[in-house]
């Protein structure tokens, strides 16, 4: 976003709230299991978002977001690593339409999200990049500030782990060993 006059400023800003609002709970709520912690790493990213771009020029909002949700998950995490019970249970108005999971049934949904909340979190961040968001290799490196042979080695450890914890073939995931390369 180039640096123009406040009312400018102001206004893609709030394009920006409105129209990335969801997507982004969901990419938090991915990386952390708990809506109301999803919640409240939104309204940090949001804020950080905002006071930086008023400040300054910021060249894409969306990916300046990613990088702010990413470093606050991983942050809060350094703090939290002790406490690992986190409700996993999600309302019954939380998935939208345009959650790509809306058509799995409930129960298949549930038991990925219980599987993956047991990945450590810098492994849970590489998977939620790589394969939700569907992200490049290089790209999710630049978003963690790791090289690409980490990203990849970060994946296949969590693939791994994943494979160990789901039965893949009841599942119908495509997680098995020819469907998910890093």
């Known amino acids: 976003m180039a640096r123009r006059d406040g009312a400018a400023v102001e206004d893609e800003l709030e394009q920006f709230v409105s129209g990335r609002y969801l997507a982004v709970r969901r990419t ?17 990213t949001l804020v950080k978002v905002v006071v930086a771009a008023r400040r300054r020029r910021v060249d894409s909002l969306d990916a300046y977001a990613r990088q702010v949700l990413l470093n606050l998950f991983l942050e809060e995490n350094k703090r939290l690593w002790r406490r ?22 409930r129960e298949t949904r549930l038991t990925l999200l219980a599987a993956l909340r047991r990945l450590p979190p810098r492994q849970r961040a590489a998977v939620v990049l790589r394969y939700w968001e569907d992200r490049s290799v290089e790209e999710t490196a630049r978003l963690l500030g790791v090289s690409t042979g980490t990203v990849k080695s ?6 791994a782990a994943l494979r160990v914890q789901l039965d893949d073939d ?6 098995g060993s020819e469907g998910a390369t890093a």
């Open 28 to 44: 938090a709520f991915l990386l952390c299991g708990d809506w109301h912690r999803a919640e409240d790493l939104v309204q940090g």
């Open 84 to 105: 690992r019970e986190k409700s996993w249970a999600e309302p019954a108005d939380a998935v939208d339409a345009a959650d790509p999971a809306a058509g799995h049934d």
């Open 154 to 159: 970060q994946c296949a450890k969590a693939l």
């Open 170 to 175: 009841r599942l119908g995931l495509g997680i």
